[in-house]
């Protein structure tokens, strides 16, 4: 093995959480389509793709500035979640990324980097069957830093907390903001689409 292989071979794994391990993606949208319409808020699909990574508050904000309209931000995205909440028995593991997780148990160091908070990382770990791989230590939720995708820190703070560098780091992600955030965070970026895609709701 040369010198140039070893700097660059993946020492750390990090993971998205909705439409990287599970696909909950779907279910979101429902459960955005049933809040923000009680509100006048409009939200297609595709937008809603485009926005995958940012926590539900940043999101509620940025659709009801573009709307012109005034609202409690935090409630609304509390009513969202709630809505999710209701149906997250209905989440499925996206197998082929959760088989990358479980055949690296106990090789490299893994962490979850999700835009959601840690309580509904955890949920949705406990669901699909990987709450036992990770912890308080290793789980990264919109509560951890002040920016979010696609701004790095929440990769940065992943590949902190399991002790491998950033450029050792190997990123799962399914949306363009996550994939920005592992390419400014200097980490390799596995695009999950390439081997998954959601079913559309519309």
Known sequence: MTDETKATEIQGLIFDCDGTLADTMPLHFHAWRSTLDRYGIELNEDRFYSLGGQPTVKIVQLLA???GLDLDAEAVANEKEEAFLVRLSEV?????IVDIVRANV???PMAVASGSHRAVVFDVLKIIGLDDLFDENTVVGAEDTALHKPNPDVFLEAARRIGVAPEKCRVYEDAELGIEAARR????CFDVRDVFTPARVT
């Open 106 to 108: 106990g090789k490299l």
């Open 185 to 188: 965070a200097n980490m390799q």
């Open 65 to 67: 500035g573009e709307q």
């Open 92 to 96: 499925k593991p996206i197998a082929p």
